[in-house]
């Protein structure tokens, strides 16, 4: 069984779709724990699913320093084999990183290296390509520059809003991050090797 921590920032539709699959007892992982940057409306979701929490607000810190430490405690605390940052809004530090090398996943919403950072949606749209995606990769030290481990694509109709295509690329995201986590835990997808 793959064990996970999550980590949210938003209303956590990705982490939803991610419990009701490890809700089955077919589905070869489970979550551990979901952590936040922020009283996250997607907390509740965990909390339905009877999964631990723990929010960590950087602002309510000293130091950055600080609040790396003891997110990096929080999360190796429940000794997960994978992290997954499921709409998770700030850039992950390097000394959490480098302590879990390989086991941090993203997921977001374009074709990467196309749109990277906080407003892809937003910018495909002004950037006007006909097309745009979602993908999964390994978390690295850069902004959404991580090896990608698999990717779909979402073709953007003439005159949809940044909300509604959001709302189309989140469906195709619950599906692949799902997957995703059963070829990771079943060994169809390898990490290490996606990383080399
Ligand atoms: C997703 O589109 C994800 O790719 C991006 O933030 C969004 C999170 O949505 N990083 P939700 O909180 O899972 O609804």
Same mark, same amino acid.
């Given at each position: 069984m793959l064990t996970i921590v999550a980590l949210i920032s938003g209303s956590g539709s990705n982490l939803r779709a991610l419990l009701e699959a490890c809700d089955s007892p077919l589905y070869p992982a489970k979550v551990r724990a979901v952590g936040a940057d922020r009283p996250a409306a997607g907390l509740e979701h965990a909390e339905l699913f009877g999964v631990s929490t723990f929010v960590l607000e950087p602002n309510k810190f000293s130091s950055k320093e600080q609040w790396a430490d003891l997110l990096l405690h929080s999360i190796q605390f429940h000794k997960p084999d994978l992290v997954v940052l499921a709409g998770f809004m700030r850039v992950l530090p390097k000394s959490i990183i480098d302590a879990l090398p390989g086991k941090i996943i993203n997921i977001?919403? *374009?074709?990467?290296?196309?749109? %990277? #950072? /906080?407003?892809?949606? =937003?910018?495909?749209? &002004? &950037? #006007?390509?006909?097309?745009?995606?979602?993908?999964?990769? $390994?978390?690295? /030290?850069? $902004?959404?520059?991580?090896?990608? $481990?698999?990717?779909?694509?979402? /073709?953007? %109709?003439?005159?949809? *809003? +940044?909300? +509604?295509?959001?709302? =189309?690329?989140?469906?195709? +995201?619950?599906?692949?991050?799902? #997957?995703? $986590?059963?070829?990771? &835990? +079943? #060994? =169809?997808?390898?990490? &290490?090797?996606?990383?080399?």
């Open positions: 977001h919403p *374009s074709l990467l290296p196309a749109f %990277p #950072g /906080a407003h892809a949606v =937003r910018d495909a749209l &002004a &950037a #006007g390509v006909t097309m745009t995606g979602a993908t999964v990769h $390994i978390v690295d /030290a850069g $902004i959404d520059t991580g090896p990608v $481990i698999r990717q779909q694509e979402v /073709a953007i %109709p003439a005159g949809i *809003s +940044e909300t +509604e295509l959001h709302e =189309r690329i989140k469906e195709v +995201e619950k599906t692949q991050l799902v #997957g995703v $986590i059963k070829d990771i &835990a +079943e #060994g =169809r997808i390898n990490l &290490a090797e996606v990383a080399n």
